[in-house]
């Protein structure tokens, strides 16, 4: 079982930029790859990255490459995601998930992939 609680989101105007955290229970936090959701009003549940167990693997959503970098600190139980140059249509509630494979370098962009899911953190971008 993993518990996971996302931080750091906020309201900032275009441009601005935010580091989300997500840290997870439980000592196992290195066999799990994780992913950064979103969910805006309206639309559909959209992947935004994924960073497999030890950091090799790392995918984006082409809406934010370049802009959202992924990263994990295992040693902290901690995922993070670092958003730069944020747009308004960057605005929806993020949530970060986990799951686990036995294959080192899985990193899923399938939510239907991932068993657990943190409540979600608010980021709003205001133009």
């Known amino acids: 079982q993993v518990q996971l609680v996302e931080s750091g989101g906020g309201l900032v105007q275009a441009g601005d930029s935010l580091r989300l955290s997500c840290v997870a229970s439980?000592?196992?936090?290195?066999?799990?790859?994780m992913g950064w959701f979103r969910h805006a009003p309206g639309k559909e549940r959209e992947f935004v990255a994924v960073?497999?167990?030890?950091?090799?693997?790392?995918n984006y959503a082409d809406s934010v490459k370049d802009r959202f970098t992924i990263s994990r600190n295992n040693a902290k139980n901690a995922v993070y995601l670092q958003m730069n140059s944020l747009k308004p249509e960057d605005t929806a509630v993020y949530y970060c998930?986990?799951?686990?494979?036995?294959?080192?370098?899985?990193?899923?962009?399938?939510?239907?992939?991932?068993?657990?899911w943190g409540q979600g953190t608010q980021v709003t971008v205001s133009s």
């Open positions: 439980g000592r196992t936090f290195s066999l799990y790859f």
């Open positions: 998930a986990a799951d686990r494979k036995d294959y080192i370098d899985y990193a899923s962009k399938m939510a239907s992939e991932y068993e657990y």
């Open positions: 960073i497999n167990r030890n950091g090799g693997a790392i």
